[in-house]
């Protein structure tokens, strides 16, 4: 009998270690996600797209894209004066994979963005962020960004 309580109790331990563990990983997943928002919000163009992995891939509008057309149009933007105007996000829900270096973040985006032209356009939308930790930092090596049909 003594032998199987201590088998629970080290089990036991075990899973509050892990769970400590874990804690850590969630607060630095909240951390880099709402630098990443704040950056594209801010139109801090180096720290947004500094969050993405070299190889991620986004999908806009249907299309996937890789990172580097993205950031490019980000660019010319911004060149032009275009550049986001309101960006809130809300609904975040945060799944991190049993193996805490792999988490899914999704929200919904209410969004402006001021074109080149000076004109606006204004959005709702569903994102999905697939977060991984690479050499110890959370990077996106997916997003997929979908608008919200008026009256949805």
């Known amino acids: 009998m003594r032998k199987i309580l201590s088998f629970i109790v080290i089990a036991l331990m075990s899973f509050s270690a892990m769970a400590g563990h874990h804690e850590m990983e969630d607060t630095d997943l909240h951390k880099a996600i709402k630098a990443f928002d704040d950056a594209y919000s801010s139109n801090d163009v ?24 993205y950031h490019a149009e980000w660019i010319a933007l911004m060149e032009a004066g275009g550049g986001v105007e309101k960006n809130d996000m809300s609904d975040l829900k945060v799944q991190v994979m049993p193996s805490g270096d792999v988490a899914i973040a999704t929200s919904f985006i209410d969004n402006r963005t001021r074109l080149a032209d000076g ?3 204004s959005e709702t939308a569903f994102e999905t962020d697939v977060w991984q930790k690479i050499d110890g930092e959370w990077k996106i090596v997916s997003l997929h960004y979908s608008t919200v049909a008026a009256g949805e």
Do not use: E, L, N
């Not at 190889?55 to 806009?60: C, K, L, N, Y």
């Open 46 to 69: 180096a720290t947004y797209f500094g969050f993405y992995a070299a190889d991620a891939t986004v999908f806009f509008s249907g299309a996937r894209q890789d990172v580097d057309v």
């Open 119 to 121: 004109t606006t356009s």
